[in-house]
């Protein structure tokens, strides 16, 4: 293997690893629709908070879990899913397992 062939590999292998670190993180932003404390619930106070990010009164900075696509406004399919998630509770975390090198 030539350094520029192990050049190419190590390239592809940080975009791959990059790749899945961003759907990791989407994922996990995504895992509770308008969980905007990330405590595991919907409140009424975030469904109103999602609401007023809708209608632009506030910024989406303020429950960026709300933005599903990540499209950075908040639409009515993602207010219905905000709803689905505060009537039906949140997913339960998908625990990481954790490696220990022997």
Known sequence: ????DFSKLTSKAAL???LLLGAASEADAQSCA???NGDGTVTIAELIRA?????GAQPIDNCLSADGNNSGTVAINELIRCVNASLGGCPDPVETP?????
Request: aromatic fraction near 4%; include cysteine; hydrophobic fraction near 45%.
């Open 1 to 4: 293997m030539t350094i520029r």
């Open 16 to 18: 791959a690893a990059a």
């Open 34 to 36: 308008c969980d905007c």
């Open 51 to 55: 609401v007023n990010i809708s209608l």
């Open 98 to 102: 954790t490696f220990t090198s022997t």
